[in-house]
């Protein structure tokens, strides 16, 4: 995981941070060390009404749809002056139970946003397995879009908006990745469905015109 306050990685097992001293241990002192059940939305600050909350979680479930692996889950909370969102979020991927549709989904692919709309501000935490996938830079680009309707706020939108984002980003990967000039057009048979990717030797590039992931002529 990543350091809730400098962005290095740490092991599950380190207790605190080489790089800046941020303590794990110190959060889990603070907020505890069980494990919490919580709702995929959870609005402790009551800032969504039931028509929001509805749409958000057909938001949410069209996110899931289309990541069978991923889910995203919000928090709506007024955080105290000692405790910062980036906090809450390492600790709530640490420890948190989310309501899923599918009990396989597991926090490393966990994507958790909260919002305090006191403070006006978000952060996204991601879990283990997708920090890769969405860079920090990246995060911070959503997150910098959704200052103009947290200050009015339009948490919901803000929310519905961060969703999109990421789930706008994370589509792009996979269509660049199903664009190698290495991969086979579907005319000739495409395994890549079937796991056995690795496998497969690979084309020499003289065979395919890169960007088309058509056969070019042989000369
Ligand atoms: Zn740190």
């Known amino acids: 995981m990543k350091c809730p306050h400098c962005s290095a990685l740490l092991s599950a097992s380190q207790a605190s941070c080489m790089a800046c001293g941020f303590s794990a241990t110190a959060i889990r002192a603070y907020l505890g060390a069980d494990w919490v059940r919580l709702e995929r939305i959870t609005d402790v600050a009551g800032r969504l009404n039931l028509r929001e909350t509805r749409h958000l979680e057909t938001v949410l479930d069209e996110f899931e749809r289309r990541f069978p692996q991923c889910f995203m889950a919000a928090y709506i909370g007024v955080l105290p002056d000692t405790l910062t969102l980036p906090d809450l979020g390492f600790w709530l991927i640490n420890h ?18 909260l919002v305090d709309p006191l403070r006006q501000q978000a952060a996204i935490t991601l879990g283990y397995a997708l920090e890769q996938a969405l860079p920090e830079p990246i995060l911070q680009e959503i997150l910098k879009k959704l200052r103009r309707p947290l200050r009015r706020g339009q948490v919901a ?10 789930d706008q980003f ?25 796991g056995l990717h690795s496998l497969r030797p690979s084309q020499p590039r003289s065979l395919t015109q890169p960007g088309t992931g058509r056969l070019a002529d042989k000369p």
């Open 96 to 113: 948190g139970a989310f309501q899923t549709h599918q009990i396989t989904r597991r926090n490393d692919f966990a994507i958790v946003m």
């Open 157 to 166: 939108e803000a929310i519905e908006s961060a969703c999109h984002r990421v």
């Open 170 to 194: 994370l589509r792009n990967i996979g269509h660049r990745e199903h664009r190698q000039p290495d991969s086979l057009p579907a005319s000739v048979g495409d395994a890549s469905d079937l």
